[in-house]
């Protein structure tokens, strides 16, 4: 018999583009095998891993439910339509109680022979949540540990593509991955590591405008941003939405990991009140970072996360942990709630996330920015070749100096500055540089208000070897 | 990847989901399936949307829809002279986040889109738009374009 199978917009695009699909079938079975044996992409959706067709599939033969009639077995005859309708549901509340399969449990069989975890601690990971806030050096090992232990949905929030100079470090991410998106290259590390888990990937810049919704999603957030800007956000919208932050940073050899805004304990604005001021604390793209030091820190956020899903020990909240690898030590200083902190404290001022590069210094009022005076790279060249009189400061740091460097320049590093400008002569032009031009700029402030005439180049050295020397490194 | 909708479509969602309140909205999202309807990415261009009873029963109305599945195959035949379809569905979180819950995901389908909006008390609070992908392991949020 010649049967026309009708499918949903829905799935049709699974059937290459077709609206209808006529097989040869004596019973709705035979048309369907028929259907699935073209239509491999079609079979996946429809049918479990049993082999039988999902439960939420309805099948009508003409307008008739197939399940009222014999099912699978019920009988077609010539020009009869054999509908199928995925039934559409869902809603805001989590679905039953996550038990563990058989496959399940043999994967996390070393925690269910623990005590403290043991199936009701792996069924209460797989039921929960936890977003990682970056997928860099200190989100990939904690990224990487969440999912081999079975945290069953983890989220991803980062805007990045892998680069090449990332692989020094982070792990979630491989050669091959190499320009392109670094949450699609997560995720399938993830999934290749646990194909039992959910991971929800955000492609954004976490703002002040989606922090907060973001967050409500998860049980516990953990921050591995590299910036103070994101790291208040980070704190902020914690404390506003009640979730803990396993917290972590690094720079150098050196890490810092707590957790904060757990229940009564203290905020990283309770520790760190005001930010540093901008460029006095280079980034690790600026100050560098040994390879393996988000590992460590990393994989401690990872241990604070689980205990805080699992409920067990004593988690890390009021106190700071500090990692020296160097020295290889690590001390621990106790810290206490304040009292008076603006978001976490007994009145707090701030009920809503901020804005934060605002709070952190980094947007310049026009005004401020016009009193910085600016030349361009092609300027600065031409002073140079024309043998004009002035003085060429770098402000960089003395590893960045070794790196590459503007010819004819003299180096004082910008925290070196205030100790050290006496060192300049005050009669002469005063053109000053670091990298990008951030660093060189609060140089120019600092330098113009102990009356040098000074100028910052912008762009930095960057732009000297994008448009002026190519042989100059980019770092 | 993109939701593309009107401002007058959008408000009839927005309507139908604050008039549920505090139980959940559902409904049909309908226009002309594109030509890579089932690529992560595609942009979808909404021209109809119908509201629908939600026909979860009433124990758990409030976090469940069902959209009945007759209702649904009554608007595909409805449509299917037209080329147009039913490209997406939408629902509400009465008081919950705009995100797909882990039951969303469970009974999702491929290609189409998942429009959720969060109600607060009666007032639409968020609205976000998803697509599942196809290995069904996880939603990926979209924009909404809304336009007019």
């Known amino acids: 018999m010649s049967i026309d199978i009708r499918l949903p917009t829905a799935l049709r695009a699974l059937a290459d583009k077709q609206a209808t699909v006529t097989v040869e079938a004596k019973t709705v079975g035979e048309a369907l095998d028929a259907l699935f044996a073209r239509h491999e992409r079609l079979k996946a959706q429809l049918l479990g891993p049993d082999g039988k067709l999902r439960s939420f599939v309805n099948v009508y033969v003409n307008e008739d439910d197939a399940r009222d009639q014999q099912g699978l077995a019920t009988p077609l005859k010539d020009g ?26 043999r994967r996390y069989n070393r925690h269910l022979i623990l005590p403290e975890v043991g199936i009701a601690g792996q069924e209460r990971l797989k039921a929960s949540s936890v977003l990682c806030v970056g997928a860099g050096g ?144 280079p980034s690790c793209a600026e100050g560098g970072v040994l390879g393996v030091l988000p590992g460590v820190i990393g994989t401690m956020q990872a241990v604070e996360t689980l205990k805080l899903l699992l409920g ?60 910085i005076p600016e030349m361009t790279v092609e300027e600065l060249k031409a002073k140079q070749d024309k043998k ?36 300049i002569d005050k009669t002469a032009l005063v053109v000053v ?43 | 990847m993109s939701l593309e909708v009107t401002r007058a479509l959008e408000s009839l969602v927005v309507e139908a989901c604050e008039k549920a309140h505090p139980n959940e909205a559902c409904g049909l999202l309908i226009g002309s399936p594109p030509g ?9 261009v909404v021209d109809e949307v119908r509201p629908l009873p939600n026909g979860w029963d009433s124990s758990a109305k409030t976090n469940r829809y069902l959209i009945d599945p007759l209702d649904l195959a009554r608007v595909e035949t409805e449509l299917a002279a037209s080329g147009r379809g039913v490209v997406g569905f939408f629902h509400s979180h009465p008081d919950a986040p705009a995100w797909p819950s882990p039951f969303d995901l469970m009974m999702a389908w491929p290609c189409v889109s998942y429009w ?33």
């Open chain 2, 36 to 44: 890579d309807f089932d690529a992560p990415g595609r942009a979808l």
């Open chain 1, 312 to 371: 067990i020990g004593r988690p890390l909240a009021g106190r700071l942990m500090l990692y020296d690898a160097l020295e290889q030590s690590w001390r621990t200083l106790n810290i206490r709630r304040n009292p008076d902190c603006p978001v976490c404290g007994k009145n707090p001022t701030i009920k809503a996330p901020i804005d934060y590069e605002a709070f952190c210094g980094l947007k310049e009022t026009p005004k401020e920015k016009s009193l």
């Open chain 1, 80 to 105: 009869d339509a054999v509908l199928i309708v995925p039934a559409i549901a869902g809603g805001a509340a989590p679905a039953a109680a996550a038990g563990l399969t058989a496959d399940e449990r």
């Open chain 2, 116 to 148: 959720i909006l969060r109600v607060d008390g009666g007032k639409a609070a968020d609205s976000r738009s998803w697509q599942r992908s196809e290995d069904g392991r996880s939603f990926v949020e979209e924009p909404i374009h809304l336009e007019g």
């Open chain 1, 388 to 423: 004009e009189e002035f003085v060429l400061i770098d402000v960089r740091e003395r590893h960045e100096y070794d790196l590459a460097r503007i010819p004819g320049s003299t180096l004082i590093p910008l925290g070196d500055l205030p100790q050290r400008h006496g060192e």
């Open chain 1, 138 to 281: 200190l989100g990939s090992p904690l990224a990487l540990y969440l999912a081999a232990a079975g945290v069953g949905r983890i989220g991803l929030v980062d805007f990045d593509a892998v680069d090449e100079s990332n692989l020094q470090r982070q792990i979630l991410h491989d050669t091959a991955s190499v320009g392109t998106s670094k949450l699609g290259s997560a995720k399938k590390r993830l999934l290749g590591l646990n194909p039992h888990i959910t991971v929800e990937t955000h492609e954004t810049r976490l703002s002040s405008a989606n922090a907060v919704a973001l967050f409500e999603k998860y049980d516990v957030i953990a921050d591995g941003t590299d910036n103070f800007p994101t790291r208040y956000l980070v704190n902020d919208a914690c404390v506003l939405t009640g979730k803990p932050n396993a917290y972590g940073s690094i720079f150098r050899f050196e890490g810092q990991l707590s957790v904060f805004a757990a229940q009564d304990g203290p905020c990283y604005r309770c520790l760190y009140p005001e930010p540093p001021p901008p460029g006095l604390v």
């Open chain 1, 433 to 475: 540089h670091c990298r990008s031009g951030a660093r060189s700029a609060r140089a120019v402030q600092f330098l113009r208000a102990q009356g040098f005439d000074a100028v910052n180049v912008a762009g930095g050295i960057l732009a000297w070897s994008e448009r002026i020397d190519p042989s100059v490194p980019q770092y």
